[in-house]
């Protein structure tokens, strides 16, 4: 089974920041890895899928890159409606998929 | 506009059993590959079972193979998941999920339901 670690676990920022978010594999996935935001309450929402393609309707200001092992999301620019969790997810074993554990992104 | 919507949660009792349904809308259901995904309380997400479009090919997670069983109505443009012998660890808002159109969207999860939450409880 592919294992996702994803780091760190939460993350305090401010409004203009730019932010990094890692999710490292326990064997190469290739580009195969999509991205989640999720607020309190609600259902997680597509931001990046296969690496590095944006997902329609969310701002530029989110990118992914990466690919084998390591990957990163980066938020420039931090708004207000940025601030909730991340979930990456790898899809190289699909229909099997892993979630990494979540990065909590709190306002400093 | 793709709609999911999940009903069927509810508070069961330790080795009980319950089924929960996923009406689709939206779209041509038969025409997607179907995701459960679940949350635990405060925790992160958890890829449950996935189901071929015409359900002839089943996944499920470790953890809930043997006790769950995904299923899907193409005519009646409903997902299941068939729940059985619970424990503690089964209590978490279940989602159901469908993939993307596109090549690369296919192995992503586009649209999502509102969850319906499953509580293991005396």
């Known amino acids: 089974d592919i294992q996702m670690t994803q780091s760190p676990s939460s993350l305090s920022a401010s409004v203009g920041d730019r932010v990094t978010i890692t999710c490292r594999a326990s064997?190469?996935?290739?580009?195969?890895l999509n991205w989640y935001q999720q607020k309190p309450g609600q259902a997680p929402r597509l931001l990046i899928y296969?690496?590095?393609n944006l997902q329609s309707g969310v701002p530029s200001r989110f990118s992914g890159s990466g690919s084998g092992t390591d990957f990163t999301l980066t938020i420039g620019n931090l708004q207000l409606e940025d601030f909730a969790s991340y979930f990456c997810q790898q899809s190289h074993g699909a229909p099997m998929y892993t979630f990494g554990q979540g990065t909590k992104l709190e306002i400093k | 506009e793709v709609q999911l919507l999940e009903s069927g949660g509810d508070l069961v009792q330790p080795g009980g059993s319950l089924r929960l349904s996923c009406a689709a809308s939206g779209f041509t259901f038969s025409d997607f590959a179907m995701y459960w995904v679940r949350q635990a309380p405060g925790k992160g997400l958890e890829w449950v079972a996935s189901?071929?479009?015409?359900?002839?090919?089943?996944y499920y997670a470790d953890s809930v193979k043997g006790r769950f069983t995904i299923s899907r109505d193409n005519p009646k443009y409903t997902l299941y998941l068939q729940i059985n012998s619970v424990g503690a660890g089964d209590t978490a808002v279940y989602y159901c999920?469908?993939?993307?159109?596109?090549?690369?969207?296919?192995?992503?999860?586009?649209?999502w339901g509102q969850g319906t939450l499953v509580t293991v409880s005396s």
């Open positions: 064997q190469s996935i290739g580009s195969h």
């Open positions: 189901i071929s479009r015409n359900a002839d090919t089943t």
């Open positions: 999920a469908k993939a993307g159109e596109s090549l690369k969207l296919l192995r992503a999860f586009v649209d």
């Open positions: 296969d690496t590095s």
